[in-house]
């Protein structure tokens, strides 16, 4: 419950609220991949056009190049799986939260057409607390301004990773912002249950071994990616087959 956690905060303050403005201070902070941020996997016309969009990780912080990055991984994973040619786009902001992209979204040079389109967001709300109902009335509005920029494309959401398992952050700090983190993440759990046809939760793996990070501790590194990407490639192939 929300009670629980704000509790929790309060009851836990003295020590949590030195450890998250040390970590604000003192953490690595990587810069955003580099590289075209679209590509192709397959030769030929593309037969799926994906876009990835979202925060830090649309915008492959912990890897040196977009090819390394989620929206690549992706198509190259339903490349390998369905010999398909796979166009991929992907824009990101680190550090955004959900207002933030919804700020950003009418003005950012997206793609013409897509049938795929994944978001990547939550963390950044999780870690400013941001209320839940600001959160889930933020995510009505991104669906409505989807639905007008690509209308008859369902969104598919990925889950808020569970920050729990975060090294970068000092316990208990990281513990209570997993808590925070499965709380942002059952609105938009919430929200797919109410919209089925136009919302999709993806849910994946958490990033548990060290190798899966980077050396941030924080975000996904190159391996970290490709476990993401074939988790979510096969929760994509289930979604759409409904």
């Known amino acids: 419950m929300s009670v629980a956690f704000w509790f929790g905060l309060a009851c836990m303050s ?48 912990g890897v040196a190049d ?27 902001i680190n550090g955004a939260r ?6 950003a979204l009418p003005d950012m040079a997206l793609p013409a057409s897509i049938d795929t389109l994944i978001i990547s967001i939550g963390v950044n709300d999780t870690t400013a607390l941001t209320r839940r109902h600001a959160f889930r009335q933020q995510l ?6 989807l639905d007008h920029r690509y ?16 090294t970068a952050l000092p316990q208990p700090l990281r513990a209570l912002l997993g808590h925070r983190a499965g709380l942002i993440d059952r ?9 089925p046809s136009r919302i999709r ?12 990070l980077a050396e941030d501790g ?4 190159a391996e970290g990616y490709r476990c993401l990407a074939a988790a979510v490639s096969q929760r994509l192939a289930t979604s759409q087959r409904h």
């Not at 604000?24 to 593309?46: F, H, K, M, V, Y």
């Not at 959900?98 to 700020?103: I, Y």
């Not at 009505?140 to 301004?145: I, K």
């Not at 209308?151 to 975060?166: D, S, W």
């Open 14 to 61: 003295p020590v949590v609220m030195p450890q998250a403005k040390r970590t604000r201070r003192t953490a690595l902070r990587l810069p955003e991949a580099c590289g075209s941020d679209n590509g192709q996997w397959g030769s030929g016309a593309a037969q799926r056009r994906l876009l990835v969009l979202g925060d830090s990780v649309a915008a492959g912080v």
């Open 66 to 92: 977009h090819q390394q990055g989620l929206a690549c991984q992706l198509a190259r994973s339903r490349h390998r799986i369905n010999n398909e040619t796979v166009a991929w786009h992907t824009r990101g």
């Open 98 to 103: 959900l207002a933030d992209l919804l700020l």
């Open 140 to 145: 009505t509005e991104l669906q409505t301004q």
């Open 151 to 166: 209308p008859g494309i369902p969104v598919h959401l990925m889950a808020v990773p569970p920050m729990q398992y975060f």
């Open 187 to 195: 609105e938009i759990q919430r929200l797919a249950r109410q919209h």
């Open 201 to 212: 939760h993806l849910a994946y793996p958490a990033l548990r071994a060290t190798a899966l």
């Open 218 to 221: 924080y975000h996904p590194s």
